[in-house]
């Protein structure tokens, strides 16, 4: 059974970057179906998909984020990446990882709080 | 840009039974859409109930249901539970490798 854990800052402030990685474990993070995600769900508002990446190193963002969302994978760590630049309050979130071939597995979350 | 449409809150009575739906503010929802059903307790990650319209996850009680029900995604609970009480989400695949969330039904059992 595929588990996945976030980790990084819990604080960040204004206009700075962002960054959390995802840990896989229990199943391979080169399989070439599989699409590696973020989401994240603000407090009071409901969860919103940030982008995706699968193997071969094809990304895919949500056009809101577009510009301000890399996503990024290192098979050798089992890990994948998000970084958001220019932070502000309006992405104080719970961020989630997860997985999808179809059926979405996903990790605990982590929150990150924008404050200076 | 298309907007995934849900009912932003619900009530049902225990044991009834009550469908959420999912659509889009252009448009109608269709198995292309591969509309899948998150339910989120406040503090716990996302639950996938459902996915590829009408899959079960593994675990997931058969009284929820999803299917297209005319021009929107429709997720069904059949007898529902007190710890049924929680927001529920859908997700559509837009194509190019995007998906969206609706903006969540929170459902009330009462």
């Known amino acids: 059974q595929v588990q996945l854990k976030e980790s990084g800052p819990g604080l960040v402030k204004p206009s700075e970057t962002l960054s959390l990685t995802c840990t896989v474990s229990g199943g391979s993070i080169s399989r070439t179906d599989y699409h590696w995600g973020w989401i994240r769900r603000p407090p009071g508002k409901g969860l919103e998909w940030i982008g995706s990446i699968i193997y071969s190193g094809s990304t895919y963002y949500n056009p809101s984020l577009r510009g301000r969302v890399t996503v990024s994978v290192d098979t050798s760590n089992s890990q994948f990446s998000l970084t958001l630049t220019s932070v502000t309050a309006a992405d104080t979130a719970v961020y989630y990882c997860?997985?999808?071939?179809?059926?979405?597995?996903w990790g605990q979350g982590t929150l990150v709080t924008v404050s200076s | 840009q298309t907007v995934v449409t849900q009912e932003p809150s619900f009530s049902v009575s225990p044991g009834g039974t009550v469908t959420l739906t999912c659509g889009l503010s252009?448009?109608?929802?269709?198995?292309?859409?591969?509309p899948s059903w998150y339910q989120q307790i406040p503090g716990r990650a996302p639950r996938t109930l459902i996915y590829?319209?009408?899959t079960r996850s593994s675990g997931v009680p058969d009284r929820f249901s999803a299917s297209i029900l005319g021009n929107k995604a429709a997720l069904t609970i059949t007898g529902a539970q007190a710890d049924d009480e929680s927001d529920y989400f859908c997700l559509l695949y837009m194509g190019s490798g995007i998906s969206v969330f609706g903006g969540g039904t929170k459902l009330t059992v009462l």
């Open positions: 997860a997985r999808t071939n179809s059926e979405w597995y």
């Open positions: 590829n319209t009408n």
């Open positions: 252009s448009g109608s929802v269709s198995t292309t859409y591969y």
